[in-house]
């Protein structure tokens, strides 16, 4: 069974600090990772996708890959209380059908 | 804009009843999926399509069949809605693999009460 885990939180972070979350995975041919965010009651938006190990950067956004770990994470910088959202963590295993397995999500909260 | 779109954000069905639920793309993606979303439990894959008239089933297909005779549209059918099947159901598309192309964009959702 290929497995994305998260912790489910809620993750609290003051209004301007850095939020961190993390999600680890059990099948180690995954090649693509996908954050998404979630707001109560909406759909799934993504915010980056990530292939390669090491840091990929995007405005207050940065997503991490270790494929040696099986480990991605996401730093929100800056946090605002527009970030208090749930944050799911996906990974592409199988190329050639798409199929992503998704983590149940963590819940972060900003405290202004 | 990828733009994903589901035919109804709030449904009540009665138990028993055959309840569509209607999924339309406008990006040309040959992929589609229907996912339910329940609290705890996250997002599962209930069925998938790969092209018109494919379909794979996903983790949970017990309950539920699809169909997809237009590149555009993919349906999920709940054949006799039971209570079980109260849920968030979401639809999403995605493009080739490649350069973020697997990327799933996702509809608004729908929310089912059976009641």
């Known amino acids: 069974q290929k497995e994305v885990e998260q912790n489910s939180g809620p993750l609290s972070v003051p209004e301007g600090a850095i939020a961190s979350l993390n999600c680890t995975y059990s099948?180690?041919?995954?090649?693509?990772f996908f954050w998404y965010r979630q707001y109560s009651g909406k759909s799934p938006e993504l915010i980056m996708f990530i292939y390669s190990n090491g840091d990929k950067e995007d405005g207050r956004f940065t997503a991490q890959l270790n494929k040696a770990s099986q480990y991605v994470s996401l730093l929100i910088r800056d946090s605002q209380p527009s970030d208090s959202a749930t944050y799911l963590c996906?990974?592409?295993?199988?190329?050639?059908?798409?199929?992503?397995?998704f983590g149940t999500g963590t819940r972060l909260t900003i405290i202004p | 804009d990828v733009k994903v779109t589901q035919s109804s954000r709030y449904l009540v069905k009665r138990t028993g009843e055959k309840v569509f639920l209607e999924c339309v793309q406008d990006?040309?993606?040959?992929?589609m999926f229907w996912y339910r979303q329940d609290p705890g439990l996250g997002l599962r894959l209930i069925y998938f399509?790969?092209?018109?008239?494919?379909?794979e089933k996903g983790d949970i297909p017990e309950g539920y069949s699809v169909s997809r005779e237009k590149k555009e549209r993919f349906s999920l059918i709940l054949e006799s809605a039971s209570t079980n099947q109260t849920s968030m159901y979401l639809c999403?598309?995605?493009?080739?693999?490649?350069?973020?192309?697997?990327?799933?964009?996702f509809g608004p959702g729908t929310r089912l009460l059976v009641l």
């Open positions: 999403a598309s995605t493009g080739p693999t490649g350069a973020g192309q697997e990327t799933q964009y």
């Open positions: 990006m040309d993606h040959e992929n």
């Open positions: 996906a990974a592409l295993s199988n190329f050639g059908n798409e199929k992503l397995t």
């Open positions: 399509s790969y092209d018109v008239k494919m379909k």
């Open positions: 099948d180690r041919g995954s090649q693509s």
